[in-house]
């Protein structure tokens, strides 16, 4: 009988350190845990894996969290993300070839979907959107409007969920509360992911929890859309930072792609010509702008750099107002767009 993932996940566990040996070569053993920079594998200390413990519940060996981000998973989430493998296929074959057994055979079809999907998974992200209902009149609105963000237009990619599953780590019990979901898609419109904001009930502000943000499913090169992408297009990090700069560039295509790391591993699309990026000012901001630049030019991709006055766009709106925001970009982006892109916000 072929292993299923928990199993194929138990027997990586059973030798967590070979494992982040291969897969997370840039970390190294302190005690008990590994410790590197994230699970795809960057130099650093904000992800770490406890190497030694029971197969499941509390203190299990293979869990791992990136302090960074709040995101968790067991070591299939390594080998998935490491190796920038998208189909669950392809990491259990590869899971398989590592701990020396025969690869997957196709199932069978019977004509009905599975009943679950692996935690963390594209297919899990699609589930929650799917469950998920529109923003207007929620408290995702709520939130959203206490941040200065009025121009809620083409947010087609947020969805509220009333009772959103939250798990502080491996060991504690699941709470519930209201949050905003994101969809993930590729290029081509396909849900990849789901990026979760857990809110007050209240809508004054995230939720009081340690991680009030989380992303699930395959990521890289992908981003929370608004509005189709074609020859012009703004990419920044958070979705509160580019829906900031849509209240004062309405119709400007945007993705946020939710952390420094995967901004500048976003994809153009192939008609793409002018990029604005919109830049977060800290190292993180500064090291995504730089490969973001590198990797559009080499495209023959036109980039045009949009920096905060504070620590990002949102700050910026909420901090010195829109009107000042909408003057501060003014002189920073190209002539033509301003009367192609503000001047309906004007």
């Keep these: 009988m072929a292993l299923d993932a928990a199993d194929l996940a138990h027997r990586l566990a059973r030798d967590a350190e070979a494992v982040c040996r291969h897969y997370l070569s840039n970390g190294r053993r302190e005690g008990r845990y590994w410790l590197v920079g994230d699970v795809r594998n960057a130099p650093g200390r904000s992800l770490f894996v406890r190497l030694k413990g029971p197969e499941s519940g509390k203190g299990a060996a293979g869990k791992w969290t990136d302090a960074a981000t709040g995101d968790h998973g067991d070591l299939l989430d390594v080998i998935r993300e490491s190796c920038g493998l998208a189909d669950f296929r392809d990491v259990a074959n ?8 025969p690869r997957s055979e196709p199932e069978p079809d019977r004509g009905r979907p599975p009943s679950s999907a692996p935690a963390g998974s594209p297919e899990s992200a699609r589930r929650l959107l799917a469950m998920a209902q529109p923003i207007s009149g929620t408290v995702v609105e709520a939130y959203l409007r206490n941040r200065g963000i009025t121009a809620l237009h083409g947010t087609g990619s947020l969805r509220f969920h009333p009772r959103c599953y939250y798990r502080p780590d491996a060991w504690s019990p699941t709470e ?17 992911g789901a990026h979760r904001t857990w809110l007050d009930p209240s809508g004054r502000d995230k939720a009081a929890i340690d991680t009030p943000r989380r992303a699930m499913g395959n990521l890289l090169g992908n981003a929370v859309r608004f509005d189709v992408a074609h020859d012009v297009l703004a990419a920044g990090e958070g979705i509160e930072t580019m829906l900031s700069l849509r209240c004062v560039m309405p119709t400007m295509p945007m993705v946020a792609a939710l952390s420094a790391a995967h901004l500048a591993a976003i994809l153009f699309p192939a008609t793409l010509r002018r990029l604005f990026i919109a830049r977060d000012d800290d190292p993180a901001g500064d090291g995504a702008l730089a490969s973001l630049i590198d990797r559009a030019n080499k495209a023959g991709i036109e980039v045009i750099a949009m920096s905060p006055r504070l620590g990002d766009f949102n700050e910026d709106l909420r901090t010195l107002g829109i009107d ?8 920073q982006i190209a002539p033509e767009e301003v009367a192609r892109f503000m001047e309906l916000a004007a």
């Design 94 to 101: 590869e899971a398989r070839h590592f701990l020396s057994l």
């Design 176 to 192: 519930t509360w209201p949050a905003m979901i994101a969809a993930v898609t590729g290029l081509d419109g396909k849900i990849t």
């Design 324 to 331: 000042t925001l909408r003057a501060a970009l003014r002189v």
